[in-house]
């Protein structure tokens, strides 16, 4: 791992512990290389939250489970954290959390008094802020402008109240350090600060999404609110709907009519919405729909982790029809990945599900801008004659589509098998040559494949494979391991599988691959599809992420 | 040929002596008088005997799944509001499967029209109790006669805020047709609940039971009394027939999105500005 130095906020839900996150990071970020990642139970009130906020001597992007300074913000933020503290972890706390037993240095930061002054404890998460910008020696002037900022609707005697709070916890944190090697780490590039919620919106945007219909299912939901947010400046038509199906029924209305609509879900939601996919397969309505995954099965664990829906989405929807399903790893991807599902959905007039989870999504990144494309913008929707057939079967298996009122034709489409018009038909030939026209989109989906990443040397012997959000933890491992044999095979498109992948593996003597599940479900696909033998799978599926530590060690159990 | 007829060689897949049929003309009427063009109109349906309406006019139609004909039509209307969309279905695709569409899309106010035929049984599936069919109705799966009371779409409708609730008869095609023109043209949404016999599967309610069993409501009513309206939609036997409300002082979906506030050009005709995605981006 590379040389690092974690914070971690402990507190309970409706403690600010978000805001306090999100004023560290966007300070930190433009000075140190930095990443942040928060774990949360399902409460609104009470119960154990923590953040983590990750600086480090290069760019990092994975979770680090040993703490160097930890804040415990009331007097169960403890318990759940004792096997991550360590005998030179400083603890800050108000005295009377400390029960004794706890490890590492205590250090006593009175807040509650501190915050007396100004007359109300709700300064307390402020005079923190200032506490730590004074140990990481932020500049005072960003800090105050982002409290401004985000008390910008308060009266003045607030954000005043709030600007001295924090210079008097940054004047408390004197001699307080961090190591010299993370401090003298600067990066001479502008960042961007966003979590993996933020890339995929973008891409959405980027992609000309301009309708999208959902019912909120954590850890989805956040998508939604971003369009929602968006909506009125981008020309973004928001719905709650009433349920799942009719959030994936009225997207393929919308894109029926010529908009470019998603729904935004979790597995729950989206196994709801299976029947609408399968109408998306025999209508060749495109659509995208993006899956924040969490574990199940039902409820499963809610506001936490998993990559256990890969089947799901390779398999969900009656019948049998081409799909598309992307795995972004990374804030970059995610836009880019995002953006084109919009664009090959209407190219192949198929479904194109963006698959994430609560680690990816809810992380923050430091991402350098690049320019957008603008070709994923191109329409491929045509304008009709009165002869006009929306399922003319011809050489190429991808008809024409048009949408009612533009044109002289009608655009017929039912969900029955149906003639070139779009009639009711029980012909069979007719329902062979239709099927095989959409199933024959396959081939040229994957022509449009969207290659996987090799990271490392390119004369490998053992492969580690990974998808989605294990992109920073294994990259992470392959930047700072001493074995020069190790490569990392990033696999962004995880559905339909390009050949390609075959000669990455051929190569490798020992092929491993990393999933948050219990079963290697992308392993299963890899043998099923393209016949790679994989030797062993790590697979973690408690709910967390696979920390940095932990990651090393699984992987000197197997590494041959 | 007239506008929205269609060849009359067309196999049509309803039984002989279906109210569909009588349904089918009274639409294709109402159309043409309110000389609508063809390539302006899309129609959505779920799955049963009614929902193949679409199949039948020659339009543009989205013809879905099982119970989700309203979901395609309000999306239709509101990425493009200039096209006339129209959701037809049956009891059971419209009350049954999709019954949490019909309430929550009435709250919505979409400026569609919804035409449900109401037989009181399951057409396609051969014979099952539907939401509306009467208790004791005696069929294929409740073979000692139907115990849960019907479902009541007017007072629903009426409940909810609907801004047109309409009763028809099949068996009427000069008032079904003028009916329907009415709901067409209403802005927001319509609802006419279309009594219609199956001569397949329900005995009981037959073409001559909907006539003894029903009456028109005199020139007199007025349509804007909605507690006049609930107490005419809890009416049985006769049954009312006619528009029991309208409303024209409620603003439409459409004109409540946010989208449309500022711009009324439909949703489709709108292009994306990649720059001001890349502001954002960079912001």
Redesign the interface.
């Known amino acids: 791992m590379h040389n690092s130095f974690a914070i971690v906020l402990s507190g309970e839900a409706g403690q600010g512990l978000q805001t306090l996150e999100e004023l560290i990071i966007a300070s930190a970020g433009r000075e140190y290389y930095v990443y942040s990642t928060k774990e949360i139970m399902s409460r609104v009130r009470g119960g154990n939250n923590t953040v983590e906020i990750r600086l480090a001597t290069k760019p990092v992007a994975a979770y680090q489970e040993a703490i160097d300074y930890l804040f415990l913000l009331n007097d169960h933020a403890y318990d759940r954290l004792k096997d991550r503290v360590h005998e030179n972890t400083l603890v800050f706390s108000e005295e009377s959390y400390f029960k004794g037993s706890e490890q590492g240095l205590k250090q006593i930061l009175p807040l509650k008094s501190m915050a007396g002054e100004f007359g109300s404890p709700i300064y307390v998460n402020t005079l923190l802020f200032g506490y730590i910008a004074g140990i990481l020696n932020l500049n005072p002037e960003t800090c105050r402008q982002l409290i401004t900022a985000r008390f910008e609707n308060l009266s003045p005697e607030i954000i005043t109240n709030n600007l001295k709070a924090f210079e008097k916890g940054s004047r408390a944190s004197e001699g307080i350090n961090l190591p010299e090697a993370i401090k003298k780490t600067s990066h001479p590039r502008p960042y961007k600060i966003l979590n993996g919620t933020t890339a995929t919106g973008l891409g959405a945007l980027a992609g000309g999404c301009n309708f999208i219909s959902s019912y909120p299912m954590s850890p989805s939901t956040a998508l939604l609110v971003f369009l929602s947010n968006h909506g009125r400046d981008f020309d973004v038509l928001v719905e709650q709907a009433e349920d799942e199906i009719a959030a994936i029924n009225m997207t393929l209305g919308a894109w029926y009519a010529g908009a470019r609509g998603m729904v935004t879900t979790s597995g729950g939601g989206f196994a709801l919405m299976e029947e609408g996919l399968s109408l998306s397969g025999i209508t060749e309505t495109p659509v995208v729909i993006h899956i924040a995954q969490r574990p199940g099965p039902a409820t499963g664990l809610p506001t936490r982790t998993e990559q256990g829906d890969l089947n799901l989405a390779v398999y969900a929807g009656h019948g049998e029809f081409p799909r598309i399903i992307f795995a972004p790893g990374y804030p970059e991807d995610a836009l880019k990945l995002t953006q084109k599902a919009f664009y090959l959905a209407d190219k192949y007039q198929v479904p194109v599900m963006i698959l994430t989870d609560q680690y990816f999504l809810d992380s923050n990144y430091q991402m350098l801008s690049f320019p957008l494309e603008e070709e994923p913008l191109e329409s491929f929707v045509t304008e009709t004659q009165r002869d006009y057939l929306r399922y003319k079967l011809g050489d190429h298996p991808v008809s024409r589509r048009g949408i009612p009122g533009y044109g002289k034709g009608l655009v017929k489409v039912d969900s029955d098998e149906h003639t070139e018009e779009g009639l009711i038909t029980e012909d069979f030939e007719v329902r062979q040559l239709m099927n095989d026209k959409r199933l024959d989109k396959e081939s040229l989906i994957l022509e449009d494949y969207q290659s996987a990443e090799l990271i490392g040397p390119e004369d490998y012997s053992k492969l580690i494979i990974a998808w989605g959000s294990n992109y920073g933890l294994v990259r992470e491992y392959i930047e700072t391991t001493d074995r020069r044999d190790i490569a990392f095979l990033y696999v962004k498109q995880v559905y339909p599988l390009h050949a390609s992948l075959r000669d990455f593996a051929r190569q490798a003597d020992q092929v491993l691959v990393v999933e948050n599940n219990a079963t290697g479900q992308l392993a299963g696909l890899l043998k099923l599809h393209l016949d790679i033998e994989v030797t062993d799978s790590i697979l973690k599926y408690t709910g967390e992420p696979f920390s940095i530590e932990e990651f090393e060690s699984l992987l000197k159990e197997v590494l041959k | 040929m007239k506008p929205f007829e269609l060849n009359p060689n067309t196999d049509i897949?309803w039984c002989p002596g279906c109210g569909d049929f009588s349904i089918r003309k009274a639409l294709i009427m109402a159309l043409n008088e309110l000389a609508l063009d063809?390539?302006?109109?899309?129609m959505?349906s779920g799955?049963g005997q009614a929902a193949?309406m679409?199949?039948y006019v020659?339009?543009?139609?989205?013809?879905?799944?099982h119970g989700?004909g309203l979901?395609?039509?309000?999306?239709?209307k509101?990425?493009?509001p200039?096209?006339t969309v129209i959701a037809e279905g049956g009891d059971g695709d419209m009350y049954g499967e999709g019954g949490?569409?019909f309430?929550?899309n009435i709250r919505r106010n979409p400026d569609i029209a919804h035409f449900v035929h109401n037989n009181m049984i399951y057409g396609l599936t051969q014979g099952q109790g539907s939401p509306t069919s009467p208790v004791g109705q005696l069929n294929t799966v409740q073979v000692e006669g139907v115990i849960n009371e019907p479902f009541n779409p007017l007072a629903v409708a009426v409940s909810l805020g609907a801004t047109f609730v309409a009763r028809a008869f099949s068996g009427d095609i000069p008032t079904l047709t003028r009916i329907m023109k009415a709901a067409i043209t209403h802005k927001g949404y319509a609802l006419v609940d279309i009594f219609q016999p199956c001569v397949s599967f329900n005995k009981v309610n037959t073409f001559k039971w909907y006539q003894e069993h029903t009456y028109y409501l005199d020139e007199g009513h007025d349509p804007t009394d909605r507690m006049k309206a609930m107490a005419l939609a809890f009416e049985t036997d006769p049954y009312p027939l006619g528009i029991l409300y309208q409303t024209k002082d409620r603003s439409t979906y459409e004109e409540k999105?946010?989208?449309y506030?500022e711009?009324k050009t439909p949703?489709?005709h709108?292009?994306?500005d990649?720059k001001?995605?890349?502001k954002?981006?960079?912001a």
């Open positions: 897949a063809p390539g302006q109109v899309v959505t799955i193949k679409p199949q020659d339009t543009n139609f989205f013809n879905g799944l989700r979901p395609l039509a309000v999306a239709i509101a990425v493009n200039s096209l949490n569409h309430i929550h999105a946010v989208v506030q711009d949703l489709i709108r292009r994306r990649l001001a995605v890349e954002l981006l960079n």
